[in-house]
């Protein structure tokens, strides 16, 4: 079994920085790839960023160049530091596992 916290949403202007963390717990989290999706109002859930135990990145073409997916194995956190946002980066962001585990979500909002 493995738990997902999320942390870090908030509100940010257009144009800011946030970082999220994602930390996990109960299982062996080195081996996991790890990804962080969201879901904005009436929208589905959409990948965001993926990071594999040995640290190969995948992005979404929304966010290439903007964000950027970082795991620290010996603290079991992966982190997505979210620059230059925009109103339709919106969105609860969930961290997940191997797709098997998820967390409740950290809410980020972009708005002047």
């Known amino acids: 079994q493995v738990q997902i916290v999320e942390s870090g949403g908030g509100l940010v202007r257009p144009g800011g920085s946030l970082r999220l963390s994602c930390a996990a717990s109960?299982?062996?989290?080195?081996?996991?790839?790890m990804g962080w999706y969201r879901q904005a109002p009436g929208k589905q859930r959409e990948l965001v960023a993926t990071?594999?135990?040995?640290?190969?990145?995948h992005y979404a073409d929304s966010v290439k160049g903007r964000f950027t997916i970082s795991r620290d194995n010996a603290k079991s956190t992966v982190y997505l530091q979210m620059n230059s946002l925009k109103p339709e980066d919106t969105a609860v962001y969930y961290c997940?596992?191997?797709?098997?585990?998820w967390g409740k979500g950290t809410l980020v909002t972009v708005s002047s």
């Open positions: 997940t596992s191997n797709l098997d585990y």
């Open positions: 109960g299982s062996i989290f080195s081996i996991y790839v």
């Open positions: 990071i594999t135990s040995g640290g190969t990145t």
